[in-house]
């Protein structure tokens, strides 16, 4: 099945500078890739996605790269803000034909202000 | 009801009972999922379901049953609740007959087992 990495699991930045979120996959045929944001008490929410026909994708302040030779994806927040700090969590899908998703450990990311 | 919900909130359990954790949505999703969340061990997938009548086992299924009678409702049963089963449980759910989309995440159960 797929096993998905996730580093680092805590992360501390200043305001206003980047943060950088990494995983890894270990299925080729993976093709989709999201990315969860946890805020603390809360459902985890949908950010950004790629899928495997791309190779990076930009939403505003975040945005996410994939190397699939590589196997490997990142998630980068610019101009990070204290709103950002959270549990962010990165996914794969496998190839059963279910489309699971496999999740990473998650990255704790605290903005300070 | 607005998108997904689960139910209880929260529950303190004793080792030995019964336990159904019910989850139901509204977007007429084919595809839900039931996934226990543990600190530092991310999501992991329990079961999952496809579509009505149908049902897979996920990552961590021992323990555990679900049942898919209909499209929105997704509920997930201890048999014999043990204390290793004390987690946050979200139930998901998607639309997946064309592509792997978006999962929506309900708000979770806490649960306890002592």
């Known amino acids: 099945g797929e096993n998905v990495e996730q580093h680092p699991s805590t992360l501390s930045v200043q305001e206003g500078d980047s943060a950088v979120i990494k995983c890894t996959y270990s299925d080729s045929a993976s093709n989709y890739f999201p990315w969860y944001k946890q805020e603390l008490g809360k459902r985890p929410q949908l950010i950004i996605d790629?899928?495997?026909?791309?190779g990076e994708k930009k939403d505003q302040r975040i945005a996410v790269t994939l190397n699939k030779t590589a196997k490997h994806f990142s998630l980068h927040i610019t101009e990070t803000q204290p709103e950002d700090s959270a549990v962010y969590f990165c996914a794969a899908t496998d190839q059963t034909g279910a489309n699971n998703l496999f999740f990473g450990t998650g990255t704790r990311l605290t903005v300070i202000p | 009801i607005a998108g997904i919900t689960q139910a209880p909130t929260s529950q303190i359990l004793a080792a030995g009972r019964r336990m159904t954790l019910r989850c139901t949505q509204d977007?007429?999703?084919?595809?839900m999922y039931w996934y226990r969340q543990d600190l530092g061990l991310g999501l992991r997938l329990i079961h999952y379901?496809?579509?009505?009548?149908?049902?897979g086992k996920g990552e961590v299924p021992d323990g555990y049953s679900v049942s898919r009678a209909n499209t929105d409702d997704f509920p997930l049963t201890l048999a014999s609740a043990v204390p290793s089963q004390t987690s946050v449980y979200f139930c998901?759910?998607?639309?997946?007959?064309?592509?792997?989309?978006?999962?929506?995440f309900g708000p979770g159960t806490r649960l306890t087992v002592l």
């Open positions: 977007m007429r999703h084919n595809a």
């Open positions: 379901s496809n579509t009505a009548g149908t049902t």
């Open positions: 998901a759910s998607t639309s997946s007959r064309r592509e792997v989309n978006e999962q929506f």
């Open positions: 790629i899928r495997s026909n791309v």
